[in-house]
């Protein structure tokens, strides 16, 4: 799968200060960016850079100046996906595909978002289903507190985007649906865990079974059998 590209905060942060730029610069540097990367296991200091912005910690709330950096990077390169090579780009897409939505801001979540569906398009269909599927699934820090307003309202705020993006990657890629099915299949034995919404096998299958029903936004609400 190539070498991964490990996060390296003094090179986010060089990114950081560089990139006062645009809409239009900066996407012409992510695409030099993904350019220069010639050969496998062998990254140019701008792509490890562009790598850094997507590899931060998750799990931890990002300041003002990194909130901003992953939304404009993110716009970027959802409109630089198709030089975006599998091979060559590993490191990126695996950072990418590693990020949990539930500590960021609302902006910050429908950049990125938008970029999920814009891989997609461009042919990393399984690979964002599976990511939006694990996304369900909040991260152990918010066990505590998922069932309190303030982890509800978060819940609601992730779901909700989540939702809304397999319905349009699906209405987008109808054979998209296959892949949804057998990612529901894998995670059915893991239902019964207490830290498992059964929203999300809800909604799974209202989405294959019932494709031209209009999305029912009411199910990230959902209360069934297992809640968090």
């Not at 006062?20 to 296991?41: F, G």
């Not at 792509?47 to 590899?55: G, P």
């Amino acid at each position: 799968m190539g070498m991964e590209v490990e996060f390296n905060k003094m090179e986010a942060g060089k990114l950081e200060e560089d990139l006062d730029l645009s809409d239009w610069e900066l996407l012409q540097y992510i695409r030099k960016a993904l350019d220069e990367v010639t050969e496998i296991e062998k990254y140019p200091n701008n792509y490890s850079e562009l790598v850094a912005v997507f590899s931060f910690n998750s799990l931890e709330f990002l300041h003002d100046d990194q909130a901003a950096l992953l939304v404009a990077s993110s716009r970027a390169l959802s409109r630089a996906v198709t030089y975006i090579d599998i091979d060559r780009h590993n490191g990126l897409l695996s950072s990418i595909f590693r990020i949990s939505m539930w500590n960021l801001r609302a902006e910050v979540m429908d950049a990125l978002i938008d970029l999920i569906k814009a891989l997609a398009a461009s042919g990393y269909v399984y690979q964002c289903l599976e990511m939006l599927v694990r996304n369900f699934k909040p991260p152990g820090n918010f066990l505590g507190s998922i069932s309190q307003p303030h982890g509800i309202a978060r819940k609601e705020q992730v779901h909700d985007r989540l939702h809304t993006a397999l319905k349009d990657i699906a209405e987008l890629m109808p054979s998209s649906r296959l892949w949804l099915n057998a990612l529901v299949r894998q995670s059915m034995p893991r239902m019964s865990s207490k830290n498992v919404s059964l929203s999300l096998c809800v909604y799974y299958y209202i989405l294959l079974f019932n494709p031209n029903e209009k999305f029912p936004g009411q199910i990230v609400a959902c209360q069934c059998l297992h809640e968090f």
